[in-house]
Antibody
Framework: QITLKESGPTLVKPTQTLTLTCTFS??????????VGWIRQPPRKALEWLAL???????RYSPSLKTRLTITKDTFKNQVVLTMTNMDPVDTGTYFC???????????WGQGTLVTVSS | DIVLTQSPGTLSLSPGERATLSCRAS???????LAWYQQKPGQAPRLVIH???VRATGIPDRFSGSGSGTDFALTISSLEPEDFAVYYC????????FGQGTKVEI
């Protein structure tokens, strides 16, 4: 059974850098385990993909946020870390960590963590 | 980017009725890379359909997906009370994008 859990600050100030950690179990970042992606959702709005990382460290980023995002992994700790720089109140929302299969299908989600950006 | 446009924004129906949700892509998406997710308030999304028409594990057969190219649909043949939620289509062919969602309300 795959489980993922997001952790990090619940409140950040504008211009600060957000660092979120996804800790997972039930799979490994191997060719068969594939990878982890981050998706966010502003309050009462739609889902928005942010970034993903494959088992081999290959990464992909949302074109609109690419300059602000970095995604890395620690295979031995079963963790993936997302950093987002220059946070703004519009970045307020729930951030989800997800597992994707070798076919790039998102089949499991973490519970999400609410991040509020406010001074 | 592949933009996904869902319609309608809100679908007001009664239990037992049929729901048809639409998802249109700005460019062709291989059916193998089109999924639908269900999200209830305060919860993470749950996979309903992948590969455009394949039900995910544990999804009842009243849910069905169809389509190809740029036009896809999710149909719920007879709405149960637990089906009232927001549904998102998602393409994972080229990077990832989501539609803006369709709310199915009572």
């Amino acid at each position: 059974q795959i489980t993922l859990k997001e952790s990090g600050p619940t409140l950040v100030k504008p211009t600060q850098t957000l660092t979120l950690t996804c800790t997972f179990s039930g799979f490994s970042l191997t060719p068969s385990g594939m990878g982890v992606g981050w998706i966010r959702q502003p309050p009462r709005k739609a889902l928005e993909w942010l970034a993903l990382i494959y088992w081999d460290d290959d990464t992909r980023y949302s074109p609109s946020l690419k300059t602000r995002l970095t995604i890395t992994k620690d295979t031995f700790k079963n963790q993936v870390v997302l950093t987002m720089t220059n946070m703004d109140p519009v970045d307020t929302g729930t951030y989800f960590c997800t597992h994707f299969t070798p076919g790039a299908l998102v089949d499991s989600w973490g519970q999400g963590t609410l991040v509020t950006v406010s001074s | 980017d592949i933009v996904l446009t869902q319609s309608p924004g809100t679908l007001s129906l009664s239990p037992g009725e049929r729901a048809t949700l639409s998802c249109r892509a700005s460019q062709s998406v291989s059916a193998s890379y089109l999924a639908w997710y269900q999200q209830k308030p305060g919860q993470a999304p749950r996979l309903v359909i992948h590969g455009a028409s394949v039900r995910a594990t544990g999804i009842p057969d009243r849910f069905s997906g169809s389509g190809s190219g740029t036009d896809f649909a999710l149909t719920i043949s007879s709405l149960e009370p637990e089906d009232f939620a927001v549904y998102y289509c998602h393409q994972y062919l080229s990077l990832w994008t989501f539609g803006q969602g369709t709310k199915v309300e009572i």
